[in-house]
């Protein structure tokens, strides 16, 4: 796991995204070779503007692994802060990190036995990141429901299949078109900082090296 100026990066060998690694790897850039971002400098509706998180180290704990990583505040960047947010891992063995910062024990639940695992759970309305967007600015979330958001990047979510501890996976292969992008996510339990609410956090990565996150704002 690396980090620089726009936010935390992880590499790892090509085959991880096969053999057409997407527009990166049409344009003679593999994204799993050169760092596949999951955290960037961003802002959640009503919330501070965050700016290049990075430095990170990862903290493991029983029950937990947590991303630790300093942070700028946008409109103050000589303002620095630390944050910790959960680190999770889909099926396939590729790290993950939650769009909220870690809450606490009282506020967080570790027993992933108890995650969802339904694909019922991405309905409702979210929050998303497109993480690696444009890393050399802050983002704003988008809102809306996950197969709408993002001109319709997670179209298939609401077919997903469940693997278990909060893991899910979507699109090709397992459905058409062959064409679709295969996506690995996991949904847990978390806490909205902004909102200061229980709730629930999506993270998920194509096999292209996209990363979206997100944070359930409505049950409905």
């Known amino acids: 796991m690396t980090a620089g100026a726009a936010g935390t990066a992880v ?16 344009s003679g850039v593999d994204p799993w ?11 959640l509706a009503g919330g501070p503007g965050l700016l290049a998180p990075g430095h990170a180290s990862v903290l493991t704990e029983p029950g937990r692994q947590l991303l630790v990583h300093h942070v700028r505040d946008a409109d103050a960047p000589t303002e620095h802060r630390v944050q910790l947010r959960r680190l999770v891992w889909t099926h396939d063995g590729w790290p993950l990190v ?7 024990p009282d506020r967080e639940n570790d ?19 497109d993480v690696g967007a444009a890393t050399a600015k802050v983002v704003d979330g988008r809102t809306g ?45 978390g806490w909205d900082a902004v909102r200061g609410r229980a709730t629930l956090c999506l993270t998920a990565t194509d096999d292209a090296g996209r990363v979206v996150t997100g944070t359930r704002v409505d049950d409905r």
């Open 11 to 26: 590499t790892r060998a090509a085959e991880r995204a096969g053999a057409g690694a997407g527009e990166g790897a049409a």
């Open 145 to 189: 429901a996950l197969d709408e958001v993002l001109d319709g990047a997670l179209t298939g979510v609401g077919r997903a299949r469940p693997l278990g501890a909060g893991r899910f996976t979507w699109g090709h292969p397992g459905g058409a078109p062959t064409s679709a992008p295969r996506w690995t996510a996991v949904v847990f339990p």
């Open 33 to 43: 070779q050169v760092g596949v971002p999951l955290l960037a400098s961003h802002r």
């Open 98 to 104: 939650s769009p909220q910062p870690w809450a606490g």
């Open 111 to 129: 027993d992933t036995a108890t995650w969802p695992a339904s694909p019922a759970v991405f309905g409702g309305t979210w929050e998303v990141l």
